[in-house]
């Protein structure tokens, strides 16, 4: 799946944020039974996310390919 960027959220300690190409935000759950690559159907919405300052920082670019997801350059 391609998309913008992947988040490591501050708030969300459990949870892996990204940005698909349209601009809009959605949240996985990363935790032990965690099927990889990340689908559609995991994904659910957060309205509001603001990736800036404390909130959240862009994942380590391995951490693209462990999920399945491609950035666009």
């Known amino acids: 799946m391609k998309i913008k960027k992947l988040y490591n959220p501050v708030s969300m300690p459990d949870s892996m944020v990204l940005e698909d ?8 759950y990363v935790n032990m039974g965690t099927q990889y690559p990340i689908t559609e159907d995991a994904l659910r919405p957060v309205p509001g996310f603001a990736p800036v300052g ?10 693209y390919k462990i ?6 350059e």
């Open 21 to 28: 190409l349209n601009g809009n935000y959605f949240r996985f």
């Open 54 to 63: 404390l909130n959240g920082t862009e994942a380590a670019p391995y951490m």
């Open 67 to 72: 999920m399945g997801l491609e950035k666009e």
